[in-house]
């Protein structure tokens, strides 16, 4: 006779599920994605009760010397653990702890990974009581947490939030009536309501508000809680306190610093509008001044050479008339009185001319800048040249300034700087003139030094323009005067 066939002993139910519940380390079952199918008690006690059916397997490999593997096949997904590494594992963002997994391909389940998890030791984990390790993050970082639990109504304060309410660690019972006197009177009820919608919604909440100690000092916090919710109901809420204080200290007198700076700012704004606008009003001012100046200089030459000058002229022609007939043997002594008045007359006459001439040309405002130049260059006691760009005719004052500029510095070359040779140049580009005087006298010339160059420096400037002087002792003088005539 043949052997007899084995045939498979089928096992009650319930035996195998609670065969591998009494196994002293976790079993989990994975597929191809990674997610949990099947998970033991031990696996669901290291994943703190939160593994669920379903749910994605994450792992952070620490790595640790290298052990044999055991045999079996790869675990799927790229990211599965090696069996020499120690693992933390997490079940959709739950921590499990520090385990070394074991993973190994069962037959016939397809696609499947049977994955071995075995706790640590604190020896070989490196690791340390979690809450040991919580209270020390807390503190290091001066955040505090918080549980509540709602069904019970139970309050759980870290000992690190005891400190930021200015308490001693668990010094007195943590409940909802304790932890509301923590709260600033104006900020008390927004916070329970911002809670309570929590609560009733689900929905996380984020907020800034204001605790009072017990010694009276007020302290900023920043709070963040979420809930836990089962059946569309919350039945727990849990959080974080972080203290603010300095960081809104920090930002007041940031803001308090920026309030200034902007009223400063349109403050300098403000005078920055007066102060133009009364420079507008000097330069409008000391236009109108130069104006009237020039005005009243040829209303004087003009009265000097119709009137005085008329006057002088007239005279002269009667006293040549006198001279003329006088009969013959008149007095020597009457002839020589009016030879003597006749020059002293044609003195007089040329010494009020040039007065005429100094205070406004009549060549200046008849034919204009250059031909006046021309002319008081060649009446100069000083040897002078002139050199010229082609200059049209230009408003009345630049005219009678730019030949001001010139006159005085012919004037100061010959009579203080003992200069034998001068030298005019005049240049008129883009809508600038510049007139410039250079000699080659002894130098040391200043504006400050006479009140000549400081009148002509005051005149020039009304006119929005700029005088320059180079007059090193012993090196000439070079006077330069830059008029606007746009």
């Known amino acids: 006779m043949g052997a007899q066939a084995s045939s498979a002993v089928a096992l009650p139910e319930g035996v195998l599920p609670a065969a591998l519940d009494a196994l002293p380390f976790g079993i989990v079952l994975i597929d191809q994605d990674e997610q949990v199918m099947y998970a033991n008690r031990p696996a669901r006690r290291l994943a ?3 593994l669920r059916i379903g ?3 994450q792992w952070a490999s620490i790595k640790q010397p290298s052990i044999d593997e055991p045999t079996g096949g790869s675990a799927a997904g790229p990211n599965a653990p090696r069996a020499s590494e120690i693992s933390a594992v997490t079940f959709s963002g739950a921590l499990v702890g520090m385990v070394r997994p074991m ?16 706790p640590l030791p604190d020896s070989e984990g490196r690791g340390r009581d979690p809450e040991q390790l919580l209270q020390e993050v807390e503190a290091v970082s001066q955040v505090g947490s918080w549980s509540w639990d709602v069904e019970a109504d139970v309050v759980t304060l870290s000992d690190e939030l005891f400190r930021l ?27 329970f309501e911002l809670v309570d919608h929590c609560r009733r919604t689900g929905q996380p909440f984020e907020n800034t508000h204001r605790i009072v100690r017990p010694d009276g000092t007020v302290r900023w916090r920043q709070a963040r809680g979420q809930a836990v919710m089962e059946d569309g109901r919350a039945v727990r809420i849990y959080g974080t306190v972080e203290d603010i204080t300095e960081r809104v200290d920090r930002e007041r007198a940031l803001r308090h610093s ?3 700076s ?12 007066e102060i133009e606008s009364q420079l507008s009003e000097v330069r409008e001012s000391r236009l109108r001044i130069v104006q009237a100046g020039y005005e009243a200089r040829r209303r004087l030459e003009r009265d000097l050479h119709d009137g005085a000058q008329q006057r002088l002229t007239t005279l002269g022609l009667i006293l040549r008339s006198a001279q003329a007939q006088l009969p013959d043997g008149a007095s020597p002594a009457l002839e020589q009185a009016l030879r003597d008045a006749l020059v002293e007359l044609q003195a007089g006459l040329s010494e009020l001319r040039g007065m005429a ?30 050199s010229a760009d082609p200059v049209g005719r230009l408003p009345g004052p630049i005219e009678t300034t730019a030949y001001l500029v010139v006159s005085e510095a012919l004037t100061n070359a010959g009579r203080h700087a003992a200069a034998s040779n001068a030298h005019v140049t005049v240049e008129h580009r883009h809508e600038l003139l510049s007139v410039m005087v250079s000699d080659d006298g002894a130098g040391g010339a200043r504006v400050e030094g006479g009140n000549g160059l400081r009148l002509l420096s005051d005149r020039v400037a009304a006119l929005d323009g700029r005088l320059h002087i180079d007059s090193p002792l012993g090196g000439g003088t070079r006077l330069r005067a830059e008029l606007p005539c746009a």
Request: aromatic share 2%.
């Open 55 to 57: 749910e994605s397997v």
């Open 262 to 273: 902007r009223r400063l700012a349109a403050e300098n704004e403000s005078l920055r509008h």
């Open 48 to 50: 703190a009760d939160d």
């Open 165 to 191: 309410h200015g308490l001693l660690p668990q010094s007195m019972p943590a409940t909802a009536a304790t932890v509301a006197r923590q709260y600033h009177p104006e900020d008390r009820a927004a916070q």
């Open 357 to 386: 001439r100094g205070l406004h040309p009549a060549i200046l405002s008849d034919e204009g800048l250059l031909p006046a130049l021309e002319s008081l260059v060649a009446r100069s006691p000083l040897p002078a040249q002139l």
């Open 258 to 260: 920026l309030d200034d």
């Open 103 to 118: 993973r190994m391909l069962v037959d016939g389940l397809d696609d499947a990974v049977l994955i071995v998890l075995s």
